[in-house]
C-alpha cells in the first residue's frame, strides 16, 4: 500500500492544516498567509510561515522517512528542556499529529539571524558577532553538558561511550564495504584512544557552523537537535572543529571563526571540563564520522534508496576527509 505523501505547506489545504495545529497547541485565530520555501538540508526541508497578524514562524519537516535522526517531537522536547537550561533555541509553537497529514514536522517561532555559514562568516556586518561567539558557544554547550542525565530521562535517546560510538560507525563501514585507506588507519588510531566511560551528559550531536542562527550580537539559536545523544562533551567540541564547518576559514578550526585556545579557555570559564588531548581524538573522530556521513550519502543515492543529487555531490567529498585525517593523525591537528 502506497503512503499518502504529507500536505504541502504552501497550499491551501497545508496552509489550514498548519493554522488548525496551532489553534489546537493554543494560538486560536492564526492565519497562514503564504508558505515560502527555504534552502535546507540533506534531512529537513523548511519553509518560512508568514502570519495574517505579520508574524512570521517556521515549519520544518523531515525530509525522508529514511531520514537519521531523532522524531521532530522528541526533537522539540530536546530543545525545550535545552531552553531551560540557557541554551538559547527557537521558540516551540507547535508539533503537528500524524493524523494532521503534515508529516513529522515542527512549527517554531522565528528568530531574527543568518543561518548560512559562509555568510556570516565571511561578511563584515558580522565582524562583531564572529568574535562573540566563542564565548557564546562554549557557555551554550557548558549548560547543556552540566545538566544530569536525568534532565533527558523519557525520551529515548541513544548513545554510548567513546568506543561504543566508534565500534557503531565501524559496524557501518563494514555494512558499505568501501575500503579507504585513511578511513582505515582513523579507526585503528581512534580504538585505544576513545573512552571507555558511560556517557556523562547530553550532546547536541550536530553543533557546527551552518546549524546557528547569527545575529548582530552573535549567537541567536542552535538549530537541528536531531541528533542529539548521551555521550560526553569532547564529543561536541571536537564535531565543531571539524574542517567542513570551518567553510574555508582554515586558520580558524573552531567553526572557522576562534581557535581551540579561545574555545577551550571560554568552556572551562563557563564551568566546563574538557582537556587538550581529548580535543584532539574527538576532533579525529568528527572528522571520520564526517567522512562517514558523506559514505552514507552516497550510498543513499546509488543504492537508489534516496536518489539526491545533493546526497550524490556530499559523497565525493570522502577524499578531501580522507587527506584531513591524514594529516590530523600525523600533525596532532589540521
Do not use: K
Amino acid at each position: 500500500m502506497t503512503e499518502t505523501p504529507p500536505l504541502d505547506p504552501a497550499s491551501p489545504e497545508g496552509r489550514r492544516a498548519i493554522a488548525a495545529v496551532l489553534a489546537r497547541a493554543g494560538h486560536a485565530g492564526v492565519e497562514v498567509v503564504r508558505a515560502t520555501a527555504l534552502s535546507g538540508g540533506a534531512s529537513s526541508a523548511t519553509w518560512r510561515l508568514d502570519l495574517a497578524d505579520g508574524r512570521q514562524a517556521i515549519f520544518q519537516r523531515t525530509a525522508s522517512a529514511a531520514a537519521a535522526g531523532l522524531s521532530r517531537a522528541v526533537q522539540a522536547e530536546v530543545a525545550r528542556r535545552a531552553s531551560r537550561l540557557g541554551v538559547p533555541v527557537a521558540p516551540l509553537l507547535a508539533v503537528p499529529a500524524p493524523e494532521d497529514g503534515l508529516g513529522d514536522s515542527a512549527i517554531t517561532g522565528h528568530v531574527a539571524g543568518e543561518a548560512l555559514a559562509p555568510r556570516w562568516l565571511r561578511d563584515e556586518a558580522f565582524a562583531g558577532a564572529r568574535a562573540r561567539l566563542a564565548d557564546q558557544c562554549a557557555r551554550a554547550l557548558a549548560r547543556l553538558h552540566a545538566a544530569p542525565l536525568a534532565t533527558w530521562a523519557g525520551l529515548g535517546l541513544g548513545g554510548g561511550s567513546g568506543v561504543e560510538l566508534l565500534d557503531q560507525m565501524f559496524a557501518t563501514y563494514l555494512r558499505l564495504a568501501v575500503d579507504v585507506p585513511a578511513f582505515d588507519l582513523a579507526f585503528a588510531w581512534l580504538r585505544p584512544r576513545m573512552p571507555r566511560t558511560p556517557p556523562s551528559c547530553l550532546v547536541h550531536g550536530d553543533f557546527r557552523s551552518g546549524n546557528f542562527l547569527v545575529g548582530p550580537e552573535g549567537l541567536a539559536a542552535v538549530l537541528d537537535w536531531e541528533l542529539a545523544h548521551l555521550s560526553v562533551p569532547g564529543e561536541d567540541l571536537g564535531w565543531l572543529c571539524v574542517q567542513a564547518w570551518r567553510f574555508g576559514n582554515w586558520r580558524l578550526p573552531v567553526g572557522g571563526f576562534a581557535t581551540r585556545e579561545a574555545l577551550l579557555a571560554a568552556y572551562r570559564a563557563a564551568g566546563g571540563v574538557v582537556d587538550d588531548r581529548d580535543l584532539w581524538t574527538w576532533e579525529v573522530f568528527g572528522n571520520l564520522r564526517w567522512g562517514m556521513s558523506c559514505l552514507q550519502l552516497a550510498d543513499d543515492h546509488v543504492s537508489g534508496r534516496l536518489p539526491s543529487v545533493e546526497r550524490a555531490a556530499i559523497g565525493r567529498r570522502v577524499s578531501e576527509v580522507a587527506a584531513d585525517l591524514v594529516f590530523a593523525i600525523e600533525r596532532g591537528c589540521l
